[in-house]
C-alpha cells in the first residue's frame, strides 16, 4: 500500500505540471492516463484511463489496476499548487551571499579587515574632489572622508549636480588615475596654509583650518594641480587606483557642519575597491538590499506604518507586525528571568531634576523634546531608561549580599530626530530599548559581563544570527573615574571576552566617558553588518546619583553600574529582521503560520473546524477562501505564509490536509494531528518547515 501511495502522489505531481493551463470544463472532457511506473512518467499519457465520473468528478486511471475519483477542481488544486510554486516559489526567503554573487562567493573586504581599502577611498575622494572642480571651476570643496562602503565629498555649487554630471566626473576621474599622478605629503606652517586658502579663495577651507588644532598642517598635493588639507592615508599615485573598481552612486543633500542653520551643499557619495569583483559583488548586495527594504516589505506584509499626519518618526505596529512583537517581547522576558533578572516596568516622563542629575541635560539636550510644565513643575519625556533603574536600586539600602542586582525593562524613550534623519524603522523618534541594568561589587564585573555574552549570542541566535563582529573599546581621553578603576574594568572585560572565546578588536580610546564597553555588530543574510548589542561599564551614574552598598565590614561603598542592551531597540532590530529574512520569517515568528484554503465553499466548515483545533495548540492559522483556488494560492505565497493546506472533499472525508510549505515544498496528505505536530516541532527548534 505504500508503494501504492507514493506511486499515486508522485503521478500527481506529475499531472501537476501537464494540466496547470486547463479549465474545469477541459479537464472534466479530456481523458489520458498515467500507464507507466514513476520512474518513466514522462512517458507519453494514453487517453484511455481517465474518464468522467457524473458532471464534477474524473477518475484517474494508475498503475497497478488503481484509481480514485477526484473532484475537478481537487485536480485544478494541484495544478494551482504546481503553477503557483513554478511562479512566485522561485524565489528563496533568505538569500545567502553566495547566491547574490553567483556561483562565486565573494566575501567583501572592510576598512579594517584590508589595509589597502582606507587609502583606496581617501584617494578616490579627492580624485573625485579634483574632477569635479577641474569640470566646474566654481565648486568650492568642504570634507571629504572615507566610509565604511567608500567615500564621498561635500560640494558648494550653485547648480545642483544631475546623473549626467557625474558620468561626466566619472570620466575625468578615470582620465586622472590613467595619468598616474604623485600623491605628496607637504607639512606647512598654520600660516602658510592660511596664505594658500585665501590665496584659491576657499572659505569653508578657513574653517577647516581653524578647527585643526596642531600648529603644524599637512597638506596632499595630487600631481602639481590640485591640494586639499589632510591628514592622509594615501596611495602613492593615483595609477594604485582601480578605475573600473570605482563607482559613482548617487547625490544628497548635507548641511555645512551638520547645522540646519548653516548652508545646503551637495554630497556626492562612490564606492572604491581593489577588483571590480569586489565591486560587482557590491553591487550585487546592493540590489539585493534594495529587494529586502523593510520599508516596502513592512507595507507589502501589512506589518507597521509611519503615519506622517500623526507625527514623522512614529511606528505603528499593524496586527501582524505586532504579533511579531509580542513574540520577540515574550521569549525576551522568559529568558531574563531565567537568567536572574527582575523585570520592571516605568514611567515615560520625569521632572526635570531627574535629568540634571544624571546630565542629560548638559549633555544630550539636542536630542532630547522640550519639556513640559505642569503644576508649575518642568517634565521630560524620557531619552533614557537609566535613572528609572537607578531610582528603584536607591529605593532600599543594598547589602553586598543583594549584589548582583539585575533589572530589565523593555522601556520606550523619546528622542528628538531631525526630519531628514528619520529612516524607516532604523532612525525614529520613539522606540522601545531593551535595556538592563547590573549593579554590582567590582570583583563581580567579569563575571556578569561572562553571563551577559552568554545572554547575548542565546538571544540573537534565537533569530538566526550567529556570526558577530566584536569590538573592545578603551578609555578615551576625557574621562571620569581614577586609572585603577579603568584598568580594572578593561582587563575584566578583556577577560570575558577571552573566556568566552570570540574574536574581538581593540577600539583604543574609544570607550565613552564613563567607562569601556564591548559593541557586537551581526552579520544578516547577504553579509551586511549591524550594531545591536552594548555592554557599558559606568562609573558616571553611581557616583552622580551617590549610590551606595553596605559591604562585609558595614561600611558604604559605591557598587559599579553596567548598562547593556542586545536588541538595541525592538523597532529597529524588527527591521534587521525583516531584511534579514525579506519578510520570510521563520515559522515561530511568522504572524500566520498556515493558512487553510478550501476547493470550494463547502469545505469551509471543516477548514474552520481545523483553524480552531489549531488554535487551541497555539498555532496561527487562518481559512481563506471566496476566489480562485490559484489566486488563494498565489496570494499565499506572495505573503510568505510558511504552511498552505488545500482543502476538497477528499481531505474532508478523510479528515485531513493536503499540505506544501515555503521550504519543504510538498509534504503530501497527513492527517490534521500529523500537521499539527510538524508545526510545533518547527517552532520548538526555531527552524523553517
Not at 80 to 98: D, N
Request: glycine content about 6%; proline content about 4%.
Amino acid at each position: 500500500e505504500r508503494e501504492r501511495e507514493s506511486t499515486h502522489s508522485r503521478h500527481l505531481t506529475a499531472m501537476a505540471f501537464v494540466v496547470p493551463a486547463l479549465s474545469r470544463r477541459a479537464l472534466g472532457s479530456l481523458c489520458f492516463s498515467l500507464s507507466h511506473p514513476p520512474c518513466c512518467w514522462w512517458q507519453p499519457f494514453l487517453t484511455r484511463d481517465l474518464r468522467p465520473v457524473g458532471r464534477r468528478k474524473v477518475r484517474f486511471g494508475f498503475p497497478y489496476s488503481y484509481g480514485r475519483q477526484y473532484q475537478c477542481r481537487e485536480v485544478e488544486a494541484f495544478s494551482s499548487l504546481a503553477a503557483a510554486q513554478e511562479s512566485v516559489g522561485r524565489m528563496e526567503p533568505v538569500t545567502k551571499m553566495e547566491d547574490v554573487n553567483g556561483a562565486k562567493h565573494v566575501v567583501l573586504p572592510t576598512n579594517e579587515s584590508s589595509q589597502n581599502l582606507v587609502p583606496i577611498r581617501h584617494t578616490s575622494a579627492h580624485v573625485m574632489a579634483m574632477a569635479v572642480q577641474k569640470l566646474y571651476p566654481s565648486a568650492q570643496v568642504t570634507i571629504g572622508p572615507w566610509i565604511e562602503k567608500g567615500f564621498y565629498y561635500d560640494f558648494d555649487m550653485a547648480e545642483p549636480f544631475t546623473e549626467n554630471d557625474l558620468k561626466k566626473i566619472k570620466k575625468e576621474m578615470d582620465h586622472i588615475i590613467v595619468r598616474n599622478l604623485p600623491l605628496r605629503r607637504e607639512e606647512v606652517s598654520r600660516e602658510e596654509a592660511e596664505r594658500r586658502i585665501k590665496e584659491i579663495n576657499e572659505p569653508y577651507k578657513l574653517e577647516i583650518l581653524d578647527s585643526i588644532k596642531s600648529e603644524l598642517i599637512t597638506i596632499y598635493h595630487i600631481g602639481d594641480e590640485w591640494w586639499d588639507l589632510c591628514a592622509g592615508p594615501h596611495v602613492e599615485s593615483t595609477g594604485q587606483l582601480n578605475k573600473k573598481a570605482i563607482e559613482l552612486e548617487w547625490v544628497a543633500g548635507a548641511y555645512w557642519r551638520g547645522d540646519e542653520n548653516n548652508r545646503m551643499l551637495q554630497r556626492i557619495y562612490g564606492t572604491a575597491w581593489e577588483t571590480v569583483e569586489h565591486l560587482r559583488a557590491y553591487k550585487l548586495q546592493q540590489e539585493e538590499a534594495k529587494r529586502r527594504d523593510h520599508r516596502r516589505i513592512g507595507q507589502d506584509l501589512d506589518l507597521f506604518s509611519l503615519q506622517e499626519e500623526a507625527g514623522g518618526g512614529l511606528v505603528f505596529w499593524h496586527p501582524k507586525g505586532a504579533i511579531i512583537r509580542h513574540l520577540i517581547e515574550d521569549f525576551w522576558k522568559k529568558i531574563h528571568l531565567q537568567r536572574g533578572y527582575k523585570l520592571l516596568y516605568t514611567p515615560h516622563v520625569a521632572k526635570m531634576d531627574l535629568w540634571k542629575t544624571s546630565g542629560h541635560l548638559d549633555f544630550y539636550k539636542e536630542n532630547m523634546f522640550d519639556q513640559m510644565s505642569i503644576e508649575d513643575d518642568l517634565y521630560q519625556l524620557r531619552p533614557m531608561n537609566c535613572p528609572y533603574h537607578i531610582q528603584i536600586y536607591k529605593d532600599a539600602l543594598r547589602s553586598y549580599r543583594d549584589l548582583p542586582f539585575r533589572v530589565a525593562e523593555l522601556g520606550t524613550v523619546y528622542r528628538y530626530e531631525k526630519s531628514g534623519a528619520l529612516h524607516g524603522l532604523f532612525r525614529v523618534r520613539g522606540f522601545t530599548q531593551d535595556d538592563a541594568h547590573i549593579f554590582c561589587l567590582p570583583e563581580q564585573i567579569r563575571g556578569e559581563i561572562r553571563a551577559v555574552l552568554d545572554l547575548t549570542e542565546s538571544i540573537l541566535s534565537q533569530f538566526g544570527f550567529k556570526k558577530y563582529e566584536v569590538n573592545l573599546s578603551t578609555k578615551p581621553e576625557k574621562a571620569v573615574g581614577s586609572d585603577e578603576i579603568w584598568e580594572n574594568a578593561t582587563v575584566a572585560l578583556k577577560e570575558a571576552l577571552d573566556d568566552k572565546g570570540w574574536n574581538y578588536a581593540f577600539d583604543d580610546g574609544g570607550g565613552t566617558f564613563y567607562g569601556p564597553k564591548i559593541d557586537v555588530k551581526i552579520e544578516d543574510a547577504i553579509g551586511r553588518k549591524w550594531q545591536c548589542s552594548t555592554i557599558q561599564v559606568d562609573f558616571n551614574l553611581p557616583e552622580r546619583f551617590k549610590l551606595v552598598y553596605i559591604d562585609s565590614s558595614q561600611e558604604r561603598k559605591q557598587p559599579i553600574m553596567i548598562h547593556r542592551a542586545i536588541l538595541g531597540s525592538l523597532e529597529r532590530f524588527f527591521g534587521i529582521l525583516i531584511e534579514n529574512y525579506a519578510g520570510d520569517f521563520p515559522l515561530w515568528l511568522a504572524p500566520v503560520q498556515a493558512r487553510l484554503l478550501p476547493v470550494t465553499d463547502s469545505e469551509v466548515p471543516y477548514c474552520q473546524k481545523v483553524v480552531a483545533k489549531m488554535a487551541g495548540e497555539d498555532i496561527r492559522a487562518e481559512v481563506v477562501s471566496g476566489e480562485r483556488l490559484s489566486r488563494l494560492i498565489r496570494n499565499a505565497e506572495t505573503q510568505r505564509i510558511p504552511l498552505m493546506a488545500v482543502v476538497g472533499q477528499r481531505e474532508v472525508e478523510s479528515h485531513t490536509l493536503t499540505v506544501r510549505t515555503r521550504h519543504g515544498g510538498e509534504l503530501g496528505t497527513l492527517s490534521v494531528d500529523e500537521v499539527l505536530s510538524k508545526i510545533k516541532q518547527s517552532v520548538a527548534n526555531r527552524t523553517f518547515l
